[in-house]
């Protein structure tokens, strides 16, 4: 089946500080890729739609100079939280459904462990 | 303002047992839905969906019924199982290639 593949599954960074997060379709090709975030006991929130070759659309309230996104690729979306703070900290997930497949669902990836500090 | 509601934070049943989990949503523009299934520190795991044409689609012990009129869906899994133990999602979109819309989701217990 279709593997999502995100990494690192956790970090730990000083606030102010960027970081970097990864998110690959192993087997499959994505044209758009889907950026979430959970608090703890919370639902996933879309942050933005990535796309490839062209900018990402991002959800009402999330800044797109602090979350950076990078699709330049058809398997590989990168996340960069800029400037991180300790509300930064959370749970980030990507996603990404398989072209050309009909009703294909989203398949996520493991989700990175973000905790600034 | 929540689209997608599960309005039950939490579900404990017995092995063996029917476990069904409930969700509503609000937009009427829906007609893609999923569920999902969540382990703590990993991402959701599609179960099954049912697209807006269908009231009922069926995999192996998960079952989704759909009520438009309704705007409510339900997973039912039978028999339960603990490895079923999990937080599940119910997620919704307007089109199969769209973005979805979760719910908080509701935890799982099943006791052997």
């Known amino acids: 089946g279709a593997v999502v593949s995100q990494h690192p599954s956790w970090v730990i960074c000083k606030s102010g500080t960027s970081v970097k997060i990864e998110c690959r379709s192993l087997d499959f090709q994505a044209t758009t890729m889907f950026w979430y975030r959970q608090f703890p006991k919370q639902s996933l929130m879309l942050m933005a739609t990535s796309n490839e070759g062209s900018k990402a659309t991002y959800e009402q309230g999330v800044e797109k100079d602090k979350f950076l996104i990078n699709h330049a690729s058809l398997t590989l979306s990168t996340l960069t939280v800029t400037s991180a703070h300790p509300e930064d900290s959370s749970f980030y997930i990507c996603?990404?459904?398989?072209?050309?497949?009909?009703?294909?669902?989203?398949?996520f990836g493991n989700g990175t462990r973000l905790t600034v500090t | 303002d929540q689209q997608v509601k599960q309005n039950s934070p939490s579900l404990s049943v017995q092995e063996g047992r029917i476990s069904i989990l409930n969700c509503d949503y609000t937009?009427?523009?829906?007609?893609?839905f999923l569920w999902y299934k969540k382990y703590p520190a990993e991402g959701p795991t599609f179960l099954i969906s049912i697209s807006s044409i269908k009231d009922k689609n069926e995999d192996g012990r998960f079952t989704v019924f759909l009520n438009k009129s309704a705007k409510h869906l339900s997973l039912h899994i039978v028999p339960s199982q603990p490895g079923d133990s999990a937080v599940y999602f119910c997620a919704a979109s307007e089109g199969a290639n769209s973005k979805l819309t979760f719910g908080k989701g509701i935890t799982l217990s099943v006791r052997p």
């Open positions: 996603s990404a459904r398989q072209g050309g497949v009909y009703n294909s669902p989203l398949h």
């Open positions: 937009n009427s523009m829906f007609d893609y």
